[in-house]
């Protein structure tokens, strides 16, 4: 499971750094995407670069900027390495949902790589008791065969040109439910990575 999520947590990092040129497969990083590198890095780094300096602020800084400092080291990590643990790469997905989801709404989070995860992401939400979430994002799930998204990108872009019609009303249902929900999810992260912060490997 954690190898499966790394793979496609670094595919999906690699498509977003190279400008959705869709040459994610590439292994070296262009001189380009080693800058993009670097200001993620650097715009993280500065309530530390391990997992306990990091998370000492929890409770003393606002939430969403612990978690966007944690989560764009762990995405350091991820492109330099090519590895993270399974609480780092939960961590990571469950990020990547908000973004997504903020940025561009469902269809957008389904679209990318981001959505190869929202099985796994759907399970960690539930276990990380971010239930308003995982409500909302199972009810975007629906429209999928059986409910859950194909993990392969190909054959979901395919399942969504055919359930499009039907799904769009729900997914812009979803959006306005995620966009008004009341749940801090960046809180509820943040308690998660506490609880597991001995799986938290950084830098």
């Not at 399942?159 to 801090?184: G, H, T, V």
Request: proline share 4%.
């Amino acid at each position: 499971m954690d190898k499966q999520l790394v793979h496609c947590l670094y595919f999906f990092l690699a498509f977003i750094m190279s400008s959705y040129s869709h040459a994610a497969s590439r292994p070296k990083l262009s001189k380009h995407e080693q800058s993009l590198l670097k200001i993620i890095d650097e715009k993280s780094a500065f309530l530390g670069k391990t997992a306990e300096a990091i998370l000492s602020h929890v409770g003393k800084t606002n939430s969403q900027t612990v978690t966007e400092c944690l989560c764009g080291q762990i995405q350091v990590k991820l492109f330099r390495k090519g590895e993270l643990t399974e609480t780092e790469a939960y961590i990571y997905a469950v990020d990547r949902l908000e973004k997504e989801v903020y940025n561009g709404g469902f269809d957008q989070y389904f679209v990318n790589p981001s959505g190869d995860l929202s099985v796994e992401t759907l399970s960690i939400l539930k276990e990380m008791g971010a239930t308003a979430t995982a409500a909302i994002l199972e009810k975007a799930m629906a429209p999928f065969p059986k409910g859950k998204p194909p993990e392969d990108g190909g054959k979901r872009w395919a399942a969504m040109e055919k359930i499009r019609k039907k799904a769009k009303p729900i997914w812009d249902k979803c959006d306005d439910e995620f966009y008004s929900r009341k749940e801090d999810l960046p809180k509820l992260l943040l308690d998660y990575a506490v609880k597991k912060k001995a799986d938290i490997r950084l830098p």
